[in-house]
């Protein structure tokens, strides 16, 4: 199976401030077809997941261009450029690339 | 505008059976794969499994921890996919969710399953 290692696990940030979260995965996420299957979703305390990011770096609809995402192959990144106080809570990457899809730990995300 | 509703959530003994349903709404059903998603309490996501539309065969894919136990599968006709658990261990105690294709770009509010004596 494909590991998934987020880093850091747990994050305070300034209102304003930019944020980032790392996801490393144990092999090539990169798929027979070319696409690497790489996602970022976001999950507020009692709510559902929700995708922000989809195949790197294509965003989710209705997703602000303050949130991006970016990397290849085995190392990736999700950039919050400026925190805003409803990013609070916690982001998961995850791999579609082979069966079983997986998960990284999750990062919590609050405001300083 | 998508919608998924997970049901059938509930208290249920060690070693018995439930199956929860996915009833979707706002897109064709049909045309779309279907995956399984748990979230054990205080914990992160588990990915449960997957079935693909009728298009690339109806398939499924199973995470190991319930591979020979839980069966994924759909109605077209109804707008529903199901997630039959049987042989439930205390482990499976989770919040259960159900997410649209493999990107899973729009979740349900999830179930939850309480394996408990």
């Known amino acids: 199976d494909i590991v998934m290692t987020q880093t850091p696990l747990s994050s305070s940030v300034t209102l304003g401030q930019p944020a980032s979260i790392s996801c490393r995965s144990s092999q090539s996420l990169v798929h027979s077809d070319g696409t690497t299957y790489l996602s970022w979703l976001h999950q507020r305390p009692g709510q559902p997941p929700r995708l922000l990011i989809y195949?790197?770096?294509d965003r989710n609809s209705g997703v602000p261009d303050r949130i991006s995402g970016s990397g290849a192959g085995t190392d990736f990144t999700l950039q919050i450029s400026r925190v805003e106080a409803e990013d609070v809570g916690v982001y998961y990457c995850t791999q579609a690339t082979q069966f079983p899809y997986t998960f990284g730990q999750g990062t919590k995300l609050e405001i300083k | 505008e998508v919608e998924l509703v997970e049901s059938g959530g509930g208290l249920v003994q060690p070693g018995r059976s439930l199956r929860l349903s996915c009833t979707a709404s706002g897109f064709t059903f049909g045309d779309k794969a279907m995956t399984w998603v748990r979230q054990a309490p205080g914990k992160g996501l588990e990915w449960v499994g997957f079935i693909r539309s009728k298009a690339y065969g109806g398939t499924t894919e199973y995470a190991a921890s319930v591979k020979g136990r839980f069966t994924i599968s759909r109605d077209d006709s109804k707008s529903i996919a199901y997630l039959q658990m049987n042989s439930l261990k205390t482990e499976d105690t989770a919040v259960y969710y159900c997410?649209?294709?493999?990107?899973?770009?729009?979740w349900g509010q999830g179930t939850l399953v309480t394996v408990s004596s």
């Open positions: 997410s649209r294709s493999w990107g899973m770009d729009y």
């Open positions: 195949r790197i770096s």
